[in-house]
């Protein structure tokens, strides 16, 4: 079984300030990782993923993500936020073995201006 | 490149009536295809999984006879709700997973479904 837990349901930030949104997950086996952002009414896009080697994972926009494997985390960070970047952010996992996604409750950010 | 999309954007529909929803990929071949449901401010939560010329396999809860889920070519999946009724009324996304990136599904706009 896998699952994705993301503790916040809101991260507000002021605009220039760094954002993080934490992810931790449970695999049985070695995780495939995945960040996905969703605006109103909209798909999912895609941010950045892990899939091996360095643990730094630099995605679209300016975001990055640490994979740390002793703490089963996958943290999504941004040094300085944007209001654009104000939006539902979704990080999902995979087992290796399998190709079903399994997604966390998602997190809303809001940059203020 | 990896493109999918979805038809239509949004549909309202009357209760006991059935829709149709489309999800293409437009510049690959999609091996297999999924679908999700989203609620309001909620997280995507798996419906099925198709993979083409084969039935779809349901996840735990989801009734097969009333959400028919057809993948009869590699670029097409469709989804029919059928006997629609207002609890149906949802955002229905596809995603697919093919081409040349076997780790990544690449997922649709979604669809607004609302029953009235």
């Known amino acids: 079984a896998q699952s994705v837990a993301q503790p916040e349901d809101q991260v507000n930030v002021a605009e220039g300030n760094p954002l993080t949104v934490k992810c931790t997950y449970s695999?049985?086996?070695?995780?495939?990782l995945f960040w996905y952002v969703q605006y109103p009414n909209r798909g999912l896009q895609f941010l950045l993923k892990?899939?091996?080697?360095?643990?730094l994972v630099k995605g679209s926009y300016g975001f990055e993500a640490e994979f740390n494997k002793s703490q089963t985390s996958f943290h999504l960070k941004k040094p300085s936020a944007l209001v654009s970047d104000s939006a539902l952010y979704f990080c999902a996992v995979r087992d290796r073995g399998d190709y079903k996604l399994s997604f966390g409750a998602g997190t809303t950010v809001t940059v203020r201006a | 490149g990896a493109v999918v999309s979805q038809h239509p954007s949004r549909v309202i529909c009357k209760s006991g009536t059935s829709v149709k929803i489309e999800c293409r990929s437009l510049?690959?071949?999609?091996?297999?295809m999924f679908w999700y449901r989203q609620f309001p401010k909620q997280s995507l939560m798996l419906m099925a999984t198709s993979n083409e010329g084969s039935k779809a396999t349901y996840e735990q809860g989801v009734e097969k006879d009333k959400f028919l889920i057809n993948h009869a070519s590699l670029t097409l999946s469709t989804l029919t709700v059928t006997s629609a009724h207002p609890e149906d009324s949802s955002f229905y996304i596809c995603s697919a997973r093919g081409g040349t990136n076997r780790y990544e599904q690449y997922f649709g706009p979604g669809t607004r479904l609302t029953v009235t």
């Open positions: 892990y899939i091996t080697g360095d643990n």
């Open positions: 510049d690959f071949q999609a091996t297999t």
């Open positions: 695999v049985s086996g070695n995780p495939y």
